[in-house]
């Protein structure tokens, strides 16, 4: 099994930054995939970002280039980094892993993006 546990949400003004992270339970490196997902108030769940064993990240287009994805193995901890945030990147932010064929899950924490 894989604990998940979000810190660092909070409110920031539109075009600021913020940086997310994800503590993982158990070594980064046995974890196939870890990721952010996101979900606003009435919308469904998205993939906002991920990044493999290997290092290869993956993002959503609306994103790309504003949000870093990175990994600490030492620290067994995920990062987000945020900026340029919109408002429409008020959300909860979910930490992911996906660990022998299974989904983990964080309990979220709340961005919100106003002025």
């Known amino acids: 099994q894989v604990q998940l546990v979000e810190s660092g949400g909070g409110l920031v003004q539109p075009g600021g930054s913020l940086s997310v992270s994800c503590a993982a339970s158990?070594?980064?490196?046995?974890?196939?995939?870890m990721g952010w997902y996101r979900q606003a108030p009435g919308k469904q769940r998205e993939m906002v970002a991920s990044?493999?064993?290997?290092?290869?990240?993956n993002y959503v287009d609306s994103v790309m280039g504003r949000i870093t994805i990175s990994r600490d193995n030492a620290k067994n901890t995920v990062y987000l980094q945020m900026n340029s945030l919109k408002v429409e990147g008020t959300a909860v932010y979910y930490c992911?892993?996906?660990?022998?064929?299974?989904?983990?899950w964080g309990q979220g924490t709340q961005v919100t993006v106003s002025s």
């Open positions: 158990r070594s980064l490196a046995s974890i196939y995939t």
């Open positions: 990044i493999t064993t290997s290092g290869r990240t």
């Open positions: 992911h892993a996906y660990f022998l064929g299974r989904e983990y």
